[in-house]
């Protein structure tokens, strides 16, 4: 091998060092479908004991018994030229169950993973390590289906010969392009541009630091409420989800409504930010831009909205604000938010005091998180949906992927300051401080969230995996306690991006509404009403109460103080991390 590919070998993601280590490695086919039976009962011992976990060998006998009986039944089906069930639906196409062999080969990949599955749900020990343990088990089930492999997988090879070898030549080349990326592709990313396909709201850039720039955009209305609007996207990613193209971006669509927008466009962070802290993207940048926009706009207060991380940093600066005598916005809105980590979701099973410290050592007090292992992260949570189906139809059936700016979004991963990232893992997602008044100190103040008395629209996505709807419900107990009765509370369908991510021209999904927000969530959506549609006209008939009278349309961004600097999206967004 020579130096550079010798370089290229060390640079492989592990993502496909462990796939094509499967591929070469002739034991995976020696052995499978059939598990290591009898199992070595002393040495899965021996590692559960490292975890605090025991397992009865009378359970793990018990189901090596109702294995070997299933497995019995199923070559008995086989013989008797009998096609077995198939309930995976990544082996649900005709190929897969009119040859035996390959039916057989899904068949038992199915009862592994019961197998594998019911093993770990006999494990004794407490949620934690059971969750934790069943996360890993089910990353070897997911990553070892027989749908991910060509010599297993009846659709490519079919396809291979109707193409007469053309499948097999596109999916080593973007197999091979994929690598140099470091990452698997989702979407065909020649297909759009930032500031030209996605992002494209008209807008100037009024303010920058080395944290952010401040995008004010352009009125599409003759007249506007006087108070503007300030959006805090989350700095994990970049903040053209939420205005990705004009008939699915929430900026256009506040915009539409008479509302003067401002929005923070986070720096991709790089090594002259190495150092940057938590209290720093608080204080020098979210309370920074609270103030410009009230200097641009004249106005004492504004109406913000947070969206994910940018919801937990918003109300941080908030607090630091109120801590220092300042009320600064007339109505705070939170979309899929943070302020009590009671329960993180899928993200459980990377958050513990011995994976923290490690990041600590490793770039707690200078360093990079880098977008790339961000995205390996969140890829895990869902891998067959993020991962392997891509695997399957980019490389084994050499398929291009199709165009679609939200993949696009999401291949468009952003690096955190080491600092920072620690700083949120421990005293947030650990330690769930920042519901406590007074135990957190940020940027030199006692933070107090129970001190937030403004009105506030708390939006949660039902089936979001990432902020646990309930978890978004827990913010009411904490905002606006005084008046709790000018909050909303407001869920909706699907996942944590595609809830938020819903227009109303699109007239789909739903979401649901109960003015009695009480202590329980579960008794919220009891007595909770669905509706048709998209929540965006909830939430503008929301902030149309809180933003003021209407004045005449600002004909140019900026003021004699905050010039513009360059137009919309501006430069920090189109710095991708690679």
């Avoid at 006998?61 to 199923?74: E, H, P, T």
């Avoid at 962070?269 to 802290?277: I, P, V």
């Avoid at 513990?352 to 992260?377: C, H, N, Y």
Wanted: hydrophobic residues 40%; contains cysteine; aromatic residues 10%.
């Amino acid at each position: 091998m020579n130096k550079h590919n010798a370089q290229n070998a060390q640079n492989v993601p592990p993502v496909f060092s462990a796939w094509l280590n499967q591929l070469s490695d002739s034991k995976v086919w020696q052995s499978w479908p059939m598990p290591a039976a009898p199992l070595d009962t002393q040495s899965i011992q021996s590692k559960l004991t490292e975890l605090g976990a025991t397992l009865d060998p009378a359970d793990v006998l018990r189901l090596q018994q109702d294995y070997a009986d299933q497995f019995a039944g199923l070559w008995q089906t086989v013989m008797s030229s009998k096609v077995p069930s198939i309930s995976d639906r990544r082996m649900s196409a005709p190929a897969w169950q009119s040859n035996p062999f390959f039916a057989f080969q899904a068949a038992a990949y199915q009862l592994n993973a019961r197998f594998l599955t019911s093993l770990v749900d006999a494990v004794q020990s407490t949620d934690k390590v059971k969750q934790k343990l069943r996360f890993a088990v089910q990353q070897m089930i997911d990553a070892l289906s027989p749908a991910n492999f060509l010599a297993t997988n009846p659709e490519a090879q079919q396809k291979i010969l109707d193409t007469n070898g053309e499948s097999l030549t596109r999916g080593i080349a973007q197999l091979f392009t994929d690598l140099q990326k470091g990452r698997v592709s989702q979407t065909d990313e020649t297909a759009f541009e930032v500031g030209k396909d996605v992002a494209t709201t008209e807008g100037s850039v009024v303010f920058e630091n080395a944290l952010f720039q401040l995008i004010q955009y352009k009125p599409l209305t003759k007249t506007v409420h006087a108070r503007p609007l300030l959006i805090v996207p989350p700095c994990i990613n970049k903040f053209y989800i939420l205005d990705l193209q004009p008939q699915n971006s929430l900026v256009r669509y506040a915009v539409e409504q008479g509302n003067t927008v401002f929005l923070v466009s986070w720096r991709n962070a790089d090594a002259t930010l190495e150092t940057t802290t938590w209290d720093q993207y608080v204080d020098d940048a979210v309370v920074r831009a609270i103030h410009v926009v009230q200097e641009i706009s004249g106005q004492d207060q504004i109406n913000a909205l947070g969206f994910c991380v940018g919801g937990t940093i918003l109300s941080c600066a908030l607090a630091v604000l109120a801590a220092r005598g300042e009320e600064p916005v007339a109505s705070l809105t939170l979309l899929t938010a943070f302020l009590n980590f009671l329960d993180t979701g899928a993200i459980d099973v990377y958050i513990d005091d011995v994976q923290i410290q490690m990041r600590e050592q490793m770039i707690g007090k200078s360093g990079l998180m880098s977008g790339r292992d961000f995205a390996t992260a969140f890829s895990s949570l869902r891998p067959n949906d993020l991962l392997w189906n891509y695997v399957e139809s980019n490389y084994l059936k050499g398929e291009t992927p199709q165009a679609f700016d939200l993949l696009y979004w999401n291949a468009d991963s952003t690096n955190l300051p080491g600092p920072m990232f620690c700083y949120y893992l421990r005293h947030m997602y650990l330690e769930n401080a920042l519901k406590d008044p007074g135990k957190l100190t940020i940027a030199g103040e006692k933070i107090d969230l129970y001190k937030l008395n403004v009105p506030s629209f708390i939006y949660a996505s039902r089936e979001d995996h990432i902020v646990p709807w309930a978890s978004a419900y827990a913010s009411t107990a904490i905002l606006n306690s005084k008046k709790p009765a000018n909050n909303r509370f407001v869920l909706g369908a699907s996942g944590h991006i595609a809830g938020v991510i819903n227009p109303p021209s699109k007239n789909k999904r739903s979401y649901w509404t109960n003015d009695k927000i009480g202590a329980d969530p579960d008794a919220w959506f009891a007595g909770a009403k669905e509706h048709p549609g998209s929540w965006w006209t909830e939430w503008s008939t929301f902030l149309a109460k809180h933003a003021g009278k209407q004045i005449a349309a600002p004909k140019n961004a900026g003021n004699a103080k905050h010039k513009v600097i360059e137009p919309a999206p501006g430069r920090y967004v189109k710095v991708r991390s690679e």
